[in-house]
């Protein structure tokens, strides 16, 4: 079993920058598969990013390319998402999921909130313009 809880939202300008964290609980972790979500009202709940185990293979989606980061410290079962040059568009909550399997999965595999076994319970981004 496996908690995870997002920090680190708020609001900011565009152009500016936000770290989120994920704080996770239980004892295989560093076993999993991690990503980033992000869902507006109205809309599906996307995959934003996403991590293998070991942080050593990473997916963005093609809206965040070149502006976000993923990463993680297994070490204190943490994740994290850097945003920079956020735009407005990037307005929205942001979940925190883990994978039983090590591995990152196709995308489509991401799809209707599939591929991830936990989720945090979100966080919420505002970026104004």
């Known amino acids: 079993q496996v908690q995870l809880v997002e920090s680190g939202g708020g609001l900011v300008q565009a152009g500016g920058s936000l770290r989120l964290s994920c704080a996770a609980s239980g004892r295989f972790f560093s076993s999993y598969a991690m990503g980033w979500f992000r869902q507006v009202p109205g809309k599906e709940r996307e995959i934003v990013a996403a991590?293998?185990?070991?942080?050593?293979?990473?997916f963005y989606v093609d809206s965040v390319k070149g502006r976000f980061t993923i990463s993680r410290d297994n070490a204190k079962n943490a994740g994290y998402l850097q945003m920079d040059s956020l735009k407005p568009e990037d307005t929205a909550v942001y979940y925190c999921?883990?994978?039983?399997?090590?591995?990152?999965?196709?995308?489509?595999?991401?799809?209707?909130?599939?591929?991830?076994?936990?989720w945090g319970k979100g966080t919420l981004v505002t970026v104004s313009s």
């Open positions: 999921a883990a994978d039983r399997s090590p591995y990152i999965r196709s995308v489509s595999d991401y799809a209707d909130r599939g591929g991830m076994d936990w």
């Open positions: 991590t293998n185990w070991s942080g050593g293979q990473t």
